[in-house]
């Protein structure tokens, strides 16, 4: 499985971003897809997960500004980011969850290579 990230830029405070996930390849289901960040000199944390059937769960410093959204159809994850801060500057990156095999199942996760998002104070 493949998976791309899209969408980091630079912004100023307070602006937001939109970015984007999707997953290709061989498998047999998609179980989560979520969002971690690294900033430099920081290990990698969670910010936001979201199930198939669309339950979400959030990082405390996402809840309220961030907005995990998940189409299956496109097998593709966004994160809303508004009222972003320079604590956000940070690679994001994008995890997918997921079952391959045929008659036996087997689950896995994948990781894309990160998108640069650098919020100027």
């Known amino acids: 499985v493949q998976v791309l990230e899209s969408g980091g830029g630079l912004v100023q405070a307070g602006e937001s971003l939109n970015l984007s996930c999707t997953a290709s390849g061989t498998f047999f289901r998609l179980n989560t897809m979520g969002w971690f960040r690294q900033a430099p000199g920081k290990q990698r944390e969670f910010v936001a997960v979201i199930t198939n059937g669309g339950y979400s769960s959030y990082a405390d410093f996402a809840e309220g500004r961030f907005t995990i959204s998940i189409d299956n159809a496109q097998n593709a994850v966004y994160l809303q980011m508004n009222d972003l801060e320079s604590e956000d500057t940070a690679v994001y990156y994008c995890?997918?969850?997921?079952?391959?095999?045929?008659?036996?199942?087997?689950?896995?996760?994948?990781w894309g290579q990160g998108t640069q998002v650098t919020v100027s104070s």
């Open positions: 995890k997918v969850d997921y079952l391959y095999g045929q008659l036996i199942y087997r689950r896995t996760e994948a």
